[in-house]
């Protein structure tokens, strides 16, 4: 039974079209997040969402759209998919806001553009 | 600008050995230590934390360090185990008041423990 589960696991796409990645946590966490691991394999973050509030946006361009229906659920919507944004994206989520005790990653959506 | 860094991309021990993992930070603020492992397609794995008021913590065989004046922490493994094998990445987070605890995370350290 997956804590945090990201669907879809692979997605192969071309530039320009819009797509969209799904994160689901069934721990009751109250944080979930998003971050990037880019080529140069930094983990870096995209936002954060606590109880379906955004709590960090980190400079990311408007193409990207996170979406919290509800506090088990973070959705990444990216339009106008770019050749940048071939990346791993990773969905998160935590007990707190401040992260005392870690974060819960799910495995990883691998982007790539084409 | 890079504030958690981890410059050895990758470390080859022998089994049994000590693994020495090695991260520096600039922020002065970061209060809050983890370190995390991943393994091949899968998420990051928390293993250890320590708070900026321990210099040390140890759980089993993984211990982590923290030097405050030098912002440096370490992570050793004693004794490592083949399954050890794996991605280490260290992260800090700043807690205090007005902070919102996000992780910073290195770009980690390749381990391969030879059987």
């Known amino acids: 039974d997956t804590a945090v589960s990201q669907t879809p696991k692979y997605l192969v796409t071309q530039m320009g079209n819009d797509k969209s990645i799904k994160c689901e946590q069934n721990?009751?966490?109250?944080?979930m997040y998003w971050y990037k691991q880019d080529s140069k394999k930094f983990l870096k973050i995209m936002f954060s969402?606590?109880?379906?509030?955004?709590?960090i946006n980190e400079t990311v361009p408007n193409r990207f759209s996170p979406k919290s229906p509800d506090k088990a659920h973070l959705n990444l919507h990216i339009n106008s998919l770019e050749l940048g944004d071939s990346a791993v994206y990773f969905c998160?989520?935590?007990?707190?806001?401040?992260?005392?005790?870690?974060?819960?990653f799910g495995s990883g959506t691998r982007l790539t553009v084409v | 600008d890079q504030q958690v860094k981890q410059n050895s991309p990758s470390l080859s021990v022998q089994e049994g050995r000590i693994s020495i993992l090695n991260c520096d930070y600039t922020?002065?603020?970061?209060?809050?230590f983890l370190w995390y492992k991943k393994y091949p397609a899968e998420g990051p794995t928390f293993l250890i934390s320590?708070?900026?008021?321990?210099d040390k913590n140890e759980d089993g065989r993984f211990t982590v360090f923290l030097n405050k004046s030098a912002k440096h922490l370490s992570l050793h493994i004693v004794p490592s185990q083949p399954g050890d094998s794996a991605v280490y990445f260290c992260?800090?987070?700043?807690?205090?008041?007005?902070?919102?605890?996000?992780?910073?995370f290195g770009q980690g350290t390749t381990l391969q423990v030879k059987p």
């Open positions: 992260a800090a987070s700043a807690r205090g008041s007005g902070n919102t605890g996000k992780l910073i």
């Open positions: 320590i708070s900026s008021i321990k």
């Open positions: 922020n002065s603020m970061f209060d809050y």
């Open positions: 998160a989520s935590s007990q707190d806001q401040q992260g005392y005790v870690g974060y819960t």
């Open positions: 969402y606590n109880n379906k509030e955004l709590i």
């Open positions: 721990l009751g966490h109250d944080t």
